[in-house]
């Protein structure tokens, strides 16, 4: 069976999203972890007690509305884009699956989407 213009289209698409965000991800937590690595000097981890931190939905606020960045809030960036791209993934497919009228599929990726969407920011 071919696949039709349309699904060509739609995978080249999502191709070149999944290479962008992935690539956008790793130049930002490389820039942040380099700036970690020159701003350092010389503090050594205190790992006798754990310290947890929050989940990347409750980081966000912190992140957009920083007046500076320091190196860990954009390794913490870079970090949410890598997650924030298969989410984005999904999203496009919807869209996309919509935009073909392949309405089995538009309601199996807004599934998924809502899936995804809901780990993100409640688990």
Not at 15 to 27: D, K, N, P, Q, T
Not at 55 to 71: K, M, T, Y
Request: charged share 15%; proline share 4%.
């Amino acid at each position: 069976m071919m696949a039709s213009e349309a699904d060509l289209k739609m995978e080249l698409a999502i191709s070149r999203m999944l290479r962008a965000g992935v690539s956008l991800a790793a130049v930002v937590v490389f820039v942040g972890g380099f700036l970690y690595v020159w701003q350092a000097h010389g503090v050594a981890p205190d790992y006798r007690n754990f310290q947890g931190i929050a989940s990347p939905a409750d980081r966000i606020p912190p992140l957009v509305v920083a007046h500076h960045l320091d190196s860990g809030n954009i390794i913490r960036l870079g970090i949410l884009l890598l997650i924030a791209t298969p989410i984005m993934r999904v999203a496009y497919c919807v869209y996309s699956f919509a935009a073909q009228k392949d309405k089995i599929y538009v309601v199996i990726s807004s599934i998924v989407l809502s899936v995804l969407l809901y780990s993100f920011f409640y688990a």
